[in-house]
């Protein structure tokens, strides 16, 4: 697939779904948080402005807007941007924000991992998994067409071509005794997955192994960062992932006596269906402050949040927006309990 512009050139590229709609026709479903007001936005397609709303108030857990725009739209290839257009923030909790939850344009379908945000020409790393989230008036949501357009007949083929792509599967050896990263030889192995992955359409499954030499607790640990650092590795060569899973084992020699190659990583992708995703549930009011509350009183420094959306997708949020961080947090978490140490709120 080759796509020319700025979301490749950030290592993500969109998956697109041709669907039997009107061809003169953009659609965009939208929810957000109000404060002294309603969200406002603006819709672009190519540079021109082709649309503009307000969302209800109080904000629902989506609603769609239709635009007619004109065919010649359709088959340039401009990008589609979204804006906030009247941002305002006071404090935590006083906000007014802007959610996308899809959008369509043309014969094209849009999810929210297929839009970058862009903050003064630079991508912004939020993540994009089940909405995407614009919080300030100088924060542009993009998504970039198809080539040949929006209105192309060749997606379904592109995105034939871009599963088969998502088989490789490689073994990373060469981790010192007790170390979380490998010897720099052996990162070359990589370079075959970054180029698979480089489009955005594969995700990732990444196991760490580690000897027998230590507890069950120090491999756990170990053989978790092992794969975490990996996996930013991966990304730091350009791979963009829609989903990772982490998988840490308590040691092993079964890839024979040596110890030495039983200290590894393997990652395998495979390739990823595009899921609906699920409307948002209703949060109750005032939530924001009451979980502020609790959290200063429980005198806590970091806030982790885990679910599970209706459709089986995990949800995760996070005070801190370093993946490695969280990974880590939630590894050191499991650790304690695997060891049955006590932690503050696990009984709940």
């Not at 609790?294 to 949800?315: C, I, K, P, T």
């Not at 370093?322 to 006590?342: F, H, M, N, S, Y």
Request: hydrophobic content about 40%.
């Amino acid at each position: 697939m080759s796509m020319r512009s700025l979301a490749t050139a950030a290592g993500i590229s969109v998956s697109l779904t041709v669907l039997p709609i009107n061809a003169a026709e953009l659609s965009i479903t939208l929810s957000g948080t109000a404060f002294e007001g309603s969200p406002a936005f603006e819709v672009g397609l190519g540079g021109t402005v082709v649309g503009s709303g307000t969302l209800d108030n109080p904000v629902p857990a989506q609603q769609t807007f239709s635009f007619e725009i004109a065919d010649d739209l359709l088959t340039d290839a401009g990008d589609l941007t979204v804006r906030l257009t009247n941002d305002y923030f006071t404090g935590e909790g006083q906000d007014r924000s802007l959610s996308i939850l899809e959008a369509t344009v043309g014969a094209t379908n849009l999810a929210p991992t297929d839009f970058v945000l862009v903050q003064n020409g630079a991508p912004i790393d939020r993540d994009n998994s089940a909405e995407v989230s614009i919080w300030s008036g100088d924060e542009t949501a993009v998504a970039n067409p198809p080539s040949g357009g929006w209105s192309a007949d060749t997606l379904v083929a592109e995105k034939a071509a871009a599963a088969r792509e998502c088989t490789a599967f490689a073994e990373i050896v060469g981790f010192p005794s007790g170390s979380s990263s490998p010897n720099s030889p052996a990162q070359e192995g990589l370079r075959p997955l970054i180029e698979a992955a480089a489009a955005g359409n594969c995700s990732a499954t990444i196991t760490g192994y580690a000897d027998l030499s230590g507890s069950e607790l120090l491999n756990l640990r170990l053989t978790a960062a092992r794969a975490a650092d990996v996996l930013d590795k991966l990304i730091v060569g350009g791979a963009r992932f829609p989903a990772t899973s982490i998988v840490p084992t308590s040691g092993t020699d079964q890839f024979g006596g040596d110890a030495a190659a039983n200290r590894r990583v393997s990652v395998q992708l495979w390739s990823t269906e595009p899921q609906p995703v699920a409307p948002p549930i209703a949060a109750p009011e005032n939530s924001i402050d009451e979980l502020a509350r609790q959290s200063r009183e429980a005198d806590l420094a970091h806030l982790l949040v885990l679910g599970w959306r209706n459709n089986g997708e995990l949800y995760v949020r996070s005070s801190n927006t370093d993946p490695k961080e969280v990974l880590w947090l939630l590894e050191q978490t499991k650790a304690r309990l695997i060891a049955g140490d006590a932690v503050l709120g696990a009984e709940q």
